[in-house]
């Protein structure tokens, strides 16, 4: 290690004194002025964390559906995987590090992790199209080639993007081209070739307005549009050219105030999608004739996979072990659905996609989605590699068609993390293949009314759960004060969980009608206010 180098340049990206950033499931996140010091370290973290695995990993600059103003940064692992979570540590003790600590840092790091600085370097950078992203890359480079790493910089791409990059460098090219080119070309071809085999003659089917949160998906999805023939006919609104990233609009936006995004004109039983501002999540949504908003979120859209996916799978005949994962986040009456009417298992989980997609990994077909839009598809290797041969081998016709079906949904679905652009065109196939409206898909079931809240805390940690989050364990008398107000009304339900970001406690409550909901989210605030050292004025009923 070149310590004059270290030095040299750490100097030229100083740490604000009294600043302390930790790693979260988003990696880091703040405001882009305080980040500066952060990115140019991870990209030394980025250099060790290659050295340790002799692989490409990816850096990403996004701080995804936060405002403009912010940023953040988020590495990714051999696989197109998230950072390994006792690397997350490395992350904020090296984030944290005073600045004449930091060569003292870094040798602990390799001690630790056994990395041996002599070996090569080589690192994926990509980026978001908030104006503080291009110098934070710069950053990272700097960081990058102070421990002698090789660098390839993709610009600006979407987060699932630079996951889909990382696991085709390091599957030397099985996983597909490590280029944007590849990208469009493996996810168009296999789009057109499912959506082929649909019988749907209906013009109605191929129309979508899509909000693209004035971000980076915008620019991406006008890169692809030539990659699709004629016919599919997709509407870019809010591309950011004239609006500010996420601003009253995106994913998250749509989701949380359940109403449609600004810069897009809906009419009646019209399909939307709105993507977050890095894209790598989605919800659909559309306006009935009586202008009642309807919003499609993360449970329906697992539902609407699951359907299709057990199909195809019961036409194979092959024994393969399928699952959906959710959090205490998904909808009580999806649950239901999947378990009771699909008989589908139905496995809960801690909050967090890192939670989601490990436990998918442990099925032959894993389906799992957030409630806020953020999913994808798994397939064993056993599985795709069985998909595969059926394709090839199989006599009979209906096995055959049904495998090929899957082998397109595998080369279209991004399995390295969820992606908006992927999704929505796995949707897009599966309403045609099936001949579905966007008002029949939503009524496969109907949502439980719900409240989201949230309650200021002096310190979020007094917060203990257990099963999946769905219980509190601490501060003690909380759980039987939830469990009484929930015996007040029906179908109901509610928990309490620390925010991973900030001293707050997130509260969820769903129940029968809205207002009994509402009620419900009230009353386990002023609980969590009174039990868990709540901050200013107490909780006021919604």
């Known amino acids: 290690m070149d310590s004059e180098a270290l030095r040299k340049l750490s ?42 695995v002799t692989a490409t990993i990816g850096i990403m600059v996004t701080a995804s559906h936060n405002p403009e103003e912010d940023n953040g940064v988020k590495l990714v692992d ?11 540590e490395y992350a904020t003790q090296l984030a944290n590090a005073e600045e004449q600590e930091l060569e003292k840092v870094i040798t602990e790091i390799c001690q630790k992790a056994a990395v041996n600085l002599h070996k090569d370097a080589s690192v994926f950078i990509g980026r978001d199209t908030r104006p503080s992203s291009k110098k934070l890359s710069q950053s990272v480079i700097d960081g990058i080639q102070v421990l002698g790493g090789q660098y390839h910089d993709y610009g600006l791409v979407t987060t699932p993007q ?39 003659s209906g013009e109605f ?57 600004g810069g897009l004109d809906m009419k009646p039983n019209e ?3 709105s993507f977050d501002g890095d894209a790598d999540r989605i919800v659909y949504y559309y306006k009935d004739t009586a202008d009642h908003f309807h919003l499609i979120d993360g449970d ?32 009580g009456n999806s649950t239901r659905y999947l378990q009771e009417t699909l008989k589908v298992p139905v496995h809960c989980v801690k909050t967090g996609v890192k939670h989601l997609h490990h436990k998918a ?24 590699t069985k998909i595969r041969q059926l394709v090839k081998e199989e006599k009979d016709n209906e096995k055959r068609e049904a495998a090929k079906m899957l082998e397109n949904m595998i080369d279209l679905i991004n399995q390295t993390v969820g992606d908006a652009v992927s999704d929505m065109l796995l949707i897009e196939a599966i309403l045609a293949l099936k001949g579905l409206s966007v008002q029949q898909w939503d009524a496969l079931y109907a949502d439980l009314p719900n409240r989201l809240l949230k309650v200021q805390v002096a310190d979020r940690r007094v917060i203990g759960t257990t099963d999946a989050e769905r219980r509190a364990l601490t501060p003690p008398g909380l759980q039987e004060k939830i469990d009484a107000l929930v015996q007040k009304h029906r179908l109901s339900r509610a928990f309490v969980r620390p925010s991973g970001t900030e001293d707050v406690v997130r509260i969820y409550a769903e129940a029968d009608t809205q207002e009994n909901a509402d009620a419900l989210a009230h009353e386990v605030s002023l609980a969590v206010f009174h039990l868990a050292g709540g901050k200013g004025a107490p909780p006021q009923p919604i």
């Open 361 to 384: 990994q442990e099925f032959d077909v894993g389906v799992y989605f957030e409630a806020n839009g953020h999913g994808t598809v798994l397939f064993s290797k056993a599985a795709e």
């Open 300 to 331: 329906k859209i697992a539902t609407l996979i699951s359907i299709f996916l057990k199909e195809l799978l019961a036409k194979v005949k092959q024994d393969f072990k399928m699952a959906v994962v959710q959090t205490a986040y998904a909808n």
């Open 162 to 200: 630079l996951h889909y990059m990382v696991c085709c460098q390091n599957t030397q090219g099985q996983y597909g081209k490590a280029t944007l080119e590849g990208y469009y070309e493996k996810l168009s071809k296999a789009f057109m070739e499912l959506i082929k085999q649909s019988h749907c």
């Open 205 to 261: 089917q191929r129309h979508l307005k899509i909000d693209c949160a004035n971000g980076i998906g915008a620019l991406k999805l006008s890169e692809m549009k030539p990659y699709f023939p004629q016919e599919v006919l997709f509407h870019i609104y809010n591309d950011g050219t004239k609006e500010k990233l996420n601003h009253l609009c995106g994913a998250d936006f749509v989701k949380v105030h359940q109403k449609p995004p």
């Open 78 to 88: 051999p696989l197109g995987e998230m950072l390994h979570p006792s690397w997350e």
């Open 11 to 52: 100097a030229l990206h100083p740490r604000p004194a009294g600043l302390t950033l930790h790693y979260g499931t988003a990696g880091f996140r703040s405001a882009a002025q305080h980040l500066d010091h952060v990115v140019f370290r991870m990209g030394l973290l980025a250099a060790l964390r290659s050295k340790a």
């Open 271 to 273: 399909r939307c999608c």
